[in-house]
């Protein structure tokens, strides 16, 4: 028995002591009864002189702590701890290891900063702490370990620069500090590494230029310096000695200028990344040289010019990532690729952080390639191991070849936003793997096929956008997978097929702006995962209670604008308490709405947009409505709501945000359908929809996407009273159109709150009294329309108030204004007169003290006797106020409605009260 053994005994159970946990009874026969055998504890090797000289505990899921007890083994040669759940610090202690050739503790969760001591393993060849915790400086002690074959400090959160002082390491064959947040520039020196095969810098922060002199590695099979900050040209030099390299990623930096032609000599190149760079110029026409290559992504950078025919020498090529550049031409140079499983030359998928390890499927939004001419049945068919086809944004014309129906691999095919016509070939029904087909944004024709119920394994279709016939397929509803069904701005016609309640997972419908007839089936309720149900703009009857929306609890949107739908409001709405969006507007719907009051809690609390607008909706407007907090469209206009305003409105709490919320809102835009807003859905799933409203004059489509909208409509009604000085709490107003009701009063000074309002419209009412001068402050105010009311006094000046809108904002109407821009001149009155004017501005519970009333009685009696004795003197005054007709024509133009016929109303009411 040596002498030292028993300490060694003592240091594995002090170790041991340490850890909590561990797997397959690993450390079980670790104890102090057998510490004399201690070279037979499992995980443990000795030499012949009883010294341990390996300990391999990787992967037992030991939980614990390392403390210094194992630096007490002199004699050890390999300590693996990999692949455990190791929680502390790495002991100082090791670096008394002298004879220590491998440290592996790569991936568990050990933090602080890398010792200094480790730089005291002069015999050490693997050193890996890649996949921990460890933060600080990467030391330059580590450089004395001159017989380092591979180092490892990867996915670590290692800062500051690469120490120059690596370039001694002259055995270094693995260098990997991938994923830290290293700084600077790459150091010249680590061209010294001339045995190095490979050298992965990926994922920091490093910057500068590329170091020519690692040109001359002539060992490297794998260089990443993808997502860093470098820049200037890549390899300036003519060649490089990378004869044996495999795969190169400088993805993700600042490169610029041409493409490094140097690369068309590594002929020993399988994969190479560029993408997400600034490359401008062409590809040379020697790429074809590369005849190893399996993958190429030059994505998103700025290169122009046509495929060089020479790529159809790539036959081992299996991606080819093109997408987002200038390229023209046509598809020519692919035609020998028979491997091809994942193209893509288009704009569909957008994504801002992309790195090599998820590529696939994934593309940025920066420029668009052109390429043009037509898909032959010849060329598909070159491809048959194709599995991503993304032809997307493009400049295809012709048909859709049918032979697309042979590539029997096909998981995704986007052939939407390019000039293709004619028919759907039947032949897709064939792909069998097909997940993703997206059609739209073409100029398709005909009727959808029956064929594509064939395709079992297919979760998103989109066809919208085209000038596709006929009817959807009732067979739809055998596509179980389907979550995502867009076939909105075509010409459908027939009914909306019951068998689509049979689609469980379907996610999103949207069918709207077709020519569909009848009902909306009941069926749509058995959909639960639904989502977004758009059916606006067909043609659809009947009404909308038949669906039970207690069973469509996750919908957040529903819009069934533009149809001919009657009925009463649909109550079971209530229950969908993820809505976002609900509008009804543009139909028949009647009765009025009822109040939620059987609901122990507040209902619709997420609801964002409501649009009833354009029904026959009756009666006062129920209290819930006034108690959504999120509301930030509320859409009454052009119905028969009749009451009076809520003095509370500190329920609308969208409505006083100064800024709506980050994750929802919306933007102003011309009616359109352009699926380029529409991601492939999935992860960071959006909302999209549009609203319709009056503002400014007009009526305005918005789109939910990210930007600010909140606006009130109740124009075209018949409510009455005076405007609440609650309005002015509702501070992030951009809209507010209350045109063509009954409401009076004067204008509360509050609206000068409204510091954000860009519109609004008080036109074709009773409101009477002064333009509140606090008006004057709202800079944000385009529009403005206060036409057909009883206002009186001068127009504000202050803040160019009286230039900025011009006569249409005031008359007709207003008799009593004055000033500009109107021609009317305002009268200087004296000081009595300005009292009086100032008491008519003030607010009407001001007036409304016992000395106002009897001035007022006193001043009426006089001037009935003054009025009814100028009468029975003056035939023709009489007979001029008895026909007001003439004087009240210019009125007449806003309708049954509008204030024309309330103007001559009022004066019949004022000749009815003189007696004449």
Same mark, same amino acid.
């Given at each position: 028995?040596?002498?030292?053994?028993?300490?060694?005994?003592?240091?594995?159970?002090?170790?041991?002591?340490?850890?909590?946990?561990?797997?397959?009874?690993?450390?079980?026969?670790?104890?102090?009864?057998?510490?004399?055998?201690?070279?037979?504890?499992?995980?443990?090797?000795?030499?012949?002189?009883?010294?341990?000289?390996?300990?391999?505990?990787?992967?037992?899921?030991?939980?614990?702590?390392?403390?210094?007890?194992?630096?007490?083994?002199?004699?050890?040669?390999?300590?693996?701890?990999?692949?455990?759940?190791?929680?502390?610090?790495?002991?100082?202690?090791?670096?008394?290891?002298?004879?220590?050739?491998?440290?592996?503790?790569?991936?568990?969760?050990?933090?602080?900063?890398?010792?200094?001591?480790?730089?005291?393993?002069?015999?050490?060849?693997?050193?890996?702490?890649?996949?921990?915790?460890?933060?600080?400086?990467?030391?330059?002690?580590?450089?004395?370990?001159?017989?380092?074959?591979?180092?490892?400090?990867?996915?670590?959160?290692?800062?500051?620069?690469?120490?120059?002082?690596?370039?001694?390491?002259?055995?270094?064959?693995?260098?990997?500090?991938?994923?830290?947040?290293?700084?600077?520039?790459?150091?010249?020196?680590?061209?010294?590494?001339?045995?190095?095969?490979?050298?992965?810098?990926?994922?920091?922060?490093?910057?500068?230029?590329?170091?020519?002199?690692?040109?001359?590695?002539?060992?490297?099979?794998?260089?990443?310096?993808?997502?860093?900050?470098?820049?200037?040209?890549?390899?300036?030099?003519?060649?490089?000695?990378?004869?044996?390299?495999?795969?190169?990623?400088?993805?993700?930096?600042?490169?610029?200028?041409?493409?490094?032609?140097?690369?068309?000599?590594?002929?020993?190149?399988?994969?190479?990344?560029?993408?997400?760079?600034?490359?401008?110029?062409?590809?040379?026409?020697?790429?074809?040289?590369?005849?190893?290559?399996?993958?190429?992504?030059?994505?998103?950078?700025?290169?122009?010019?046509?495929?060089?025919?020479?790529?159809?020498?790539?036959?081992?090529?299996?991606?080819?990532?093109?997408?987002?550049?200038?390229?023209?031409?046509?598809?020519?140079?692919?035609?020998?690729?028979?491997?091809?499983?994942?193209?893509?030359?288009?704009?569909?998928?957008?994504?801002?952080?992309?790195?090599?390890?998820?590529?696939?499927?994934?593309?940025?939004?920066?420029?668009?390639?052109?390429?043009?001419?037509?898909?032959?049945?010849?060329?598909?068919?070159?491809?048959?191991?194709?599995?991503?086809?993304?032809?997307?944004?493009?400049?295809?014309?012709?048909?859709?070849?049918?032979?697309?129906?042979?590539?029997?691999?096909?998981?995704?095919?986007?052939?939407?936003?390019?000039?293709?016509?004619?028919?759907?070939?039947?032949?897709?029904?064939?792909?069998?793997?097909?997940?993703?087909?997206?059609?739209?944004?073409?100029?398709?024709?005909?009727?959808?096929?029956?064929?594509?119920?064939?395709?079992?394994?297919?979760?998103?279709?989109? #066809?919208?956008? /085209?000038? =596709?016939?006929? &009817? !959807?397929? @009732? $067979?739809? *509803?055998? +596509?179980?997978?389907?979550?995502? %069904?867009? #076939?909105?701005? /075509?010409? =459908?016609?027939? &009914? !909306?097929? @019951? $068998?689509? *309640?049979? +689609?469980?997972?379907?996610?999103? %419908?949207? #069918?709207?702006? /077709?020519? =569909?007839?009848?009902? !909306?089936?009941?069926?749509?309720?058995?959909?639960?995962?639904?989502?977004?149900?758009? #059916?606006?703009? /067909?043609? =659809?009857?009947?009404?909308?209670?038949?669906?039970?929306?207690?069973?469509?609890?996750?919908?957040?949107?529903?819009?069934?604008?533009?149809?001919?739908?009657?009925?009463?409001?649909?109550?079971?709405?209530?229950?969908?308490?993820?809505?976002?969006?609900?509008?009804?507007?543009?139909?028949?719907?009647?009765?009025?709405?009822?109040?939620?009051?059987?609901?122990?809690?507040?209902?619709?609390?997420?609801?964002?947009?409501?649009?009833?607008?354009?029904?026959?909706?009756?009666?006062?407007?129920?209290?819930?409505?006034?108690?959504?907090?999120?509301?930030?469209?509320?859409?009454?206009?052009?119905?028969?709501?009749?009451?009076?305003?809520?003095?509370?409105?500190?329920?609308?709490?969208?409505?006083?945000?100064?800024?709506?919320?980050?994750?929802?809102?919306?933007?102003?835009?011309?009616?359109?359908?352009?699926?380029?807003?529409?991601?492939?859905?999935?992860?960071?799933?959006?909302?999209?929809?549009?609203?319709?409203?009056?503002?400014?004059?007009?009526?305005?489509?918005?789109?939910?996407?990210?930007?600010?909208?909140?606006?009130?409509?109740?124009?075209?009604?018949?409510?009455?009273?005076?405007?609440?000085?609650?309005?002015?709490?509702?501070?992030?107003?951009?809209?507010?159109?209350?045109?063509?009701?009954?409401?009076?009063?004067?204008?509360?000074?509050?609206?000068?709150?409204?510091?954000?309002?860009?519109?609004?419209?008080?036109?074709?009412?009773?409101?009477?009294?002064?333009?509140?001068?606090?008006?004057?402050?709202?800079?944000?105010?385009?529009?403005?329309?206060?036409?057909?009311?009883?206002?009186?006094?001068?127009?504000?000046?202050?803040?160019?108030?009286?230039?900025?809108?011009?006569?249409?904002?005031?008359?007709?109407?207003?008799?009593?204004?004055?000033?500009?821009?109107?021609?009317?001149?305002?009268?200087?009155?004296?000081?009595?007169?300005?009292?009086?004017?100032?008491?008519?501005?003030?607010?009407?519970?001001?007036?409304?003290?016992?000395?106002?009333?009897?001035?007022?009685?006193?001043?009426?009696?006089?001037?009935?006797?003054?009025?009814?004795?100028?009468?029975?003197?003056?035939?023709?005054?009489?007979?001029?106020?008895?026909?007001?007709?003439?004087?009240?024509?210019?009125?007449?133009?806003?309708?049954?409605?509008?204030?024309?016929?309330?103007?001559?109303?009022?004066?019949?009411?004022?000749?009815?009260?003189?007696?004449?």
């Amino acid at each position: 028995m040596c002498c030292h053994c028993p300490r060694e005994a003592d240091a594995l159970l002090q170790f041991k002591a340490e850890i909590e946990n561990y797997t397959d009874n690993a450390l079980v026969g670790w104890t102090t009864g057998n510490r004399s055998t201690y070279c037979s504890w499992t995980r443990v090797i000795c030499n012949d002189e009883l010294h341990v000289i390996s300990l391999n505990f990787s992967g037992l899921k030991m939980i614990g702590r390392l403390g210094p007890s194992l630096g007490k083994l002199e004699y050890l040669e390999d300590l693996d701890l990999s692949h455990n759940f190791l929680f502390s610090e790495l002991p100082v202690e090791w670096g008394r290891l002298q004879r220590l050739q491998t440290l592996n503790v790569h991936d568990n969760f050990l933090y602080g900063s890398i010792p200094e001591e480790l730089g005291l393993l002069s015999d050490l060849e693997v050193l890996d702490l890649g996949s921990n915790k460890m933060i600080g400086p990467i030391p330059k002690s580590i450089a004395n370990c001159t017989k380092l074959r591979y180092l490892d400090f990867s996915r670590n959160i290692l800062m500051g620069p690469i120490p120059r002082e690596y370039g001694q390491l002259v055995n270094l064959e693995y260098l990997k500090f991938l994923t830290n947040s290293l700084t600077g520039s790459i150091p010249s020196e680590l061209g010294n590494l001339t045995k190095i095969k490979s050298l992965d810098l990926g994922m920091n922060a490093l910057e500068g230029e590329f170091p020519v002199e690692l040109a001359s590695l002539s060992e490297l099979n794998c260089l990443n310096l993808g997502t860093n900050f470098l820049n200037g040209s890549f390899l300036t030099v003519e060649s490089t000695s990378w004869s044996q390299l495999e795969r190169l990623f400088i993805d993700g930096n600042n490169f610029s200028g041409g493409f490094p032609r140097a690369v068309t000599a590594m002929t020993a190149l399988r994969r190479f990344y560029m993408f997400n760079n600034e490359f401008t110029g062409g590809l040379p026409e020697n790429l074809g040289q590369l005849a190893n290559f399996r993958e190429f992504s030059f994505r998103s950078n700025q290169l122009d010019g046509e495929l060089p025919d020479s790529l159809n020498n790539c036959t081992q090529l299996t991606m080819l990532d093109a997408a987002s550049n200038r390229l023209t031409g046509t598809l020519d140079p692919l035609r020998n690729l028979s491997l091809l499983s994942d193209m893509n030359l288009g704009s569909s998928y957008r994504s801002k952080s992309i790195t090599y390890e998820n590529l696939r499927g994934h593309i940025s939004d920066l420029f668009f390639n052109s390429f043009t001419g037509t898909l032959t049945d010849d060329v598909i068919l070159q491809w048959p191991l194709l599995q991503h086809l993304y032809l997307d944004t493009d400049a295809f014309t012709g048909l859709i070849p049918k032979a697309m129906g042979n590539l029997s691999h096909l998981k995704d095919l986007l052939l939407n936003d390019n000039d293709f016509r004619g028919p759907i070939p039947a032949e897709l029904g064939k792909l069998s793997n097909l997940t993703i087909l997206f059609l739209q944004n073409n100029e398709l024709s005909g009727p959808i096929p029956t064929s594509l119920a064939d395709l079992k394994s297919i979760q998103q279709i989109n #066809l919208s956008n /085209n000038s =596709l016939t006929g &009817g !959807i397929p @009732p $067979e739809f *509803g055998g +596509l179980v997978s389907l979550t995502y %069904l867009r #076939l909105h701005v /075509n010409a =459908l016609t027939g &009914g !909306i097929p @019951p $068998e689509l *309640g049979q +689609l469980q997972n379907m996610v999103y %419908l949207i #069918l709207n702006s /077709n020519n =569909l007839k009848g009902t !909306i089936p009941a069926s749509l309720a058995n959909c639960s995962s639904l989502i977004n149900i758009r #059916l606006s703009n /067909n043609e =659809l009857t009947g009404t909308v209670t038949q669906i039970d929306f207690l069973q469509l609890r996750s919908l957040e949107s529903f819009s069934v604008n533009g149809n001919q739908l009657v009925g009463g409001f649909p109550v079971s709405v209530y229950s969908c308490t993820s809505l976002k969006l609900l509008d009804l507007s543009s139909n028949g719907f009647s009765g009025e709405l009822p109040d939620n009051y059987e609901y122990s809690q507040p209902v619709l609390r997420d609801l964002r947009v409501l649009g009833l607008s354009s029904n026959k909706f009756g009666g006062s407007v129920p209290g819930w409505i006034w108690k959504l907090p999120e509301l930030q469209v509320l859409d009454l206009s052009h119905n028969l709501f009749t009451g009076v305003w809520p003095t509370n409105l500190s329920g609308l709490e969208g409505f006083s945000r100064l800024e709506a919320s980050p994750d929802d809102a919306w933007v102003s835009s011309s009616v359109n359908n352009n699926d380029n807003l529409t991601q492939v859905e999935g992860a960071g799933r959006k909302l999209f929809d549009e609203i319709s409203i009056d503002a400014k004059g007009s009526r305005l489509v918005y789109e939910y996407v990210l930007t600010t909208l909140i606006s009130i409509d109740l124009s075209y009604n018949l409510l009455s009273g005076r405007l609440p000085y609650a309005l002015g709490a509702l501070r992030g107003l951009t809209y507010l159109n209350l045109a063509h009701n009954n409401f009076s009063g004067e204008i509360p000074q509050v609206f000068g709150d409204l510091l954000g309002l860009e519109s609004l419209d008080l036109s074709a009412n009773y409101h009477t009294g002064k333009i509140p001068a606090m008006l004057t402050t709202i800079s944000s105010l385009g529009y403005l329309n206060l036409s057909y009311n009883f206002l009186e006094g001068e127009i504000p000046t202050a803040n160019a108030f009286s230039t900025r809108y011009d006569i249409s904002s005031f008359k007709p109407g207003n008799d009593q204004l004055c000033g500009a821009p109107l021609e009317t001149t305002c009268v200087v009155q004296n000081s009595n007169a300005s009292v009086s004017s100032a008491t008519l501005g003030a607010p009407w519970s001001e007036l409304q003290d016992g000395t106002f009333w009897r001035a007022f009685e006193i001043g009426t009696a006089i001037g009935v006797v003054i009025v009814l004795g100028t009468l029975s003197t003056i035939p023709f005054t009489r007979r001029w106020l008895l026909h007001p007709q003439n004087s009240a024509r210019r009125f007449k133009e806003a309708g049954p409605r509008g204030p024309a016929g309330a103007y001559e109303v009022r004066h019949t009411h004022v000749l009815l009260l003189l007696g004449l």
